[in-house]
């Protein structure tokens, strides 16, 4: 079995994001996950990916995280946050803004009743969340 580990670090002289940062759930579908980002800091914070059709944003694989478990039978799965390379670019989303975020996973479909957690990790490797959800 091969593993594959990612260690964001903060750049020197970039401070971490202040409070304020949320993550609110708005659907869940088979392909999946919307949530929308708040940026309630006082800076501007990024996003590593690009734009959808719909100007969502689809982060970049390698800086989400998604678990679920069910209650019944107790069952836990887990999409740790992946191993990606190249130049995603970045979306900037400034102190106040709101940017729709689309996340590719087929996991909180299979816990539909259950709970699932989602964690965003900024440009900056700032960890938003994790934020909790019923699919």
Same mark, same amino acid.
């Given at each position: 079995?091969?593993?594959?580990?990612?260690?964001?670090?903060?750049?020197? !002289? *970039?401070?971490?994001?202040?409070?304020?940062?949320?993550?609110?759930?708005? +659907? *869940? +579908?088979?392909?999946?996950?919307?949530?929308? %980002? /708040?940026?309630? +800091?006082?800076?501007?914070?990024?996003?590593? !990916?690009?734009?959808? %059709? $719909?100007? @969502?944003?689809?982060?970049?694989?390698?800086? *989400?995280?998604?678990?679920? $478990? +069910?209650?019944?039978?107790?069952?836990?799965?887990?999409?740790?946050?992946?191993?990606?390379?190249?130049?995603?670019?970045?979306?900037?989303? @400034?102190?106040?803004?709101?940017?729709?975020?689309?996340?590719?996973?087929?996991?909180?479909?299979?816990?539909?009743?259950?709970?699932?957690?989602?964690?965003? /990790?900024?440009?900056?490797? $700032?960890?938003?969340?994790?934020?909790?959800?019923?699919?």
């Amino acid at each position: 079995m091969l593993g594959v580990a990612q260690v964001a670090c903060k750049p020197t !002289g *970039t401070p971490a994001a202040s409070g304020g940062i949320v993550l609110e759930h708005v +659907s *869940t +579908s088979e392909s999946d996950i919307v949530f929308v %980002l /708040i940026n309630g +800091s006082d800076r501007t914070i990024r996003v590593r !990916g690009g734009r959808t %059709l $719909t100007l @969502a944003v689809r982060p970049w694989p390698g800086d *989400t995280g998604v678990d679920c $478990t +069910s209650d019944s039978p107790f069952h836990m799965e887990e999409e740790p946050i992946g191993f990606a390379y190249g130049n995603p670019g970045s979306v900037e989303v @400034a102190p106040g803004e709101r940017v729709r975020l689309k996340i590719a996973t087929e996991l909180p479909h299979r816990h539909v009743g259950g709970h699932c957690r989602l964690k965003l /990790i900024l440009q900056d490797g $700032t960890v938003v969340g994790p934020t909790e959800f019923q699919p």
